[in-house]
């Protein structure tokens, strides 16, 4: 290459970064806040992670992610969540659960399902569940949540719009789905009342920042065909996800083999509640060909190991799920009865382990594959993964700084499996939702936990009383 031809080579790329350049030199754009070093692991579909790393939020929406010097040249902010020597990751997906029922933990343990539901739980419900007892429980499942770096769920029980108002009080994100149930349920006692009620409550919550509201039929052990299809109908009618328990025990399964001579997964397509609008809670009993129109159907799954375990109900196939293209989410189920904690991080934990013992095989389900299952792929089973699950420019502001200053945190030799199977809940130190702190350095900002949890002791009170007067 000639000197000259060198020369004007320099002069392109000098003018190629000249833009660059002068735009680093011009007033950083201001934005509302800034997170300022730690590892920030993006979950984006490169998987990328950021050693010393930065994020700039405006509103409640991420406009910047990247190295940290980069992001602060760039902007500025009121202000900075210092979070250098700590994780940083978009916030923890709780895929399935029944918030309010959290006054109800640990009522009855050990006990098979059917028994557990007939003697303990329905009596308790139809005593104690109102409005007031949604809220108390909602409140409460909320603190533990937040301290968990959960920042959205999904929900199924009655009084929904009392959960709806809770979770927005608390600053989370929601799936919210009232339940449909054929039987009389605490709120509504036939299935003309709860048609009403989810529709007035779909309408209300249309297009709310933080709540989307769904319709819940239980499940089909618990609706007929007509209910399955009028809740699903209506959801549709308002554009809204469509919540269900789908193939979470044998009986179930052998009793649709009876009864409809197909399997669950096979019986809710062929009725037309299956789409891109469901979220299937559990999906244990499920074969190659249910997986098929599970990924066809691009229905949303959610495994819950400590559930299926703790009610001994069985072994969801995830890495075959996975596998065939379905999206697959991690739950807490529960809390009462069936776990008894709103903690995710623990469910990423037993998902792993769960699934190498059931294959007998350490490789079966690794530590990345639930970290994504706890964050973008739950975002893809409840189908928000435009909104939410990864730190990107453009997503929802949600995010989690974690400690690794603790002695369970040290050292680090690979982030996902001390994700999965060393950090903990009470890890979890600062937590913002939709660009709002709702938990900074272990103190929650939208909750009155001690008042939340003073209320679950005297609740405890009432509801034993309860069940001990016929
Ligand atoms: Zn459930």
Redesign the pocket.
Known sequence: MTFRRRALLLVLSVSWLLPCSLGSESAPDQVDLLVSGGTVVTMDGARTIYDDGGIAVKGDRIVAVGPRTEVEERYRAQQTIPASGKLVLPGFING?T?VPMTLLRGLRDDVTLDEWLRKYIFPAEAKNVNQEFVRWGTRLAAAEQIRAGVTTFAD?YYFEDAVAEETKAAGMRGVLGETFIDFPAPDNHTEADVLAYTESFLKRWQGDALIHPASAPHSIYTCSRKTLQDASALARKYHSPILI?VAEMKKEWEDSQKQNGMSPVQYLNTIGVLGSDVVA?HCIYVDKNDLQILSEKQVGCVHNPS?NMMLASGVAPVPEMRAAGVAVGLGT?GPAG?NNDLDLMEEMDLAAKLAKISKMDPRALNAKSVVEMATIDGARALHLEKEIGSLEKGKKADLILISLDEPNAVPIYDIYAQLAYALKASDVETVVIAGRLVMRDRKLLTVNEEEAMARAREYKKAITQSLATP
Do not use: T
């Open positions: 399935h029944h199924m328990h809670a559930s189920d069936s």
